[in-house]
Nanobody, 117 residues
């Protein structure tokens, strides 16, 4: 089993920056992919960024060049640095871990990011 808890959301003006953090606990070695998803009101949850245990990253087209995912293995944590934020980035951001342990997909409760214009 894996537990993930995110932090770092808040209110920021357009063009500003925020950094989200995700702390993992439990069977850390079972995690293969770490990432972030987001869900805006009335929309489906969507991928923002992922990073594999090997260090490969993947980003949604809408955030490429503005967001950066990174990890700190010593702290069992990963991060999402969000720059040049836009109002359309407003959403609840969820930390995500894909594990080899059932039920395989683990989600945090979410942290609100609000970007004002």
């Amino acid at each position: 089993q894996v537990q993930v808890v995110e932090s770092g959301g808040g209110l920021v003006q357009a063009g500003g920056s925020l950094r989200l953090s995700c702390a993992a606990s439990g069977n850390i070695l079972s995690i293969n992919v770490m990432g972030w998803y987001r869900q805006a009101p009335g929309k489906q949850r969507e991928l923002v960024a992922t990073i594999t245990s090997g260090g490969s990253t993947n980003y949604a087209d809408s955030v490429k060049g503005r967001f950066t995912i990174s990890r700190d293995n010593a702290k069992n944590a990963w991060y999402l640095q969000m720059n040049s934020l836009k109002p359309e980035d407003t959403a609840v951001y969820h930390c995500y871990a894909k594990s080899s342990d059932y039920p395989y997909d683990y989600w945090g409760q979410g942290t609100q990011v609000t970007v004002s214009s």
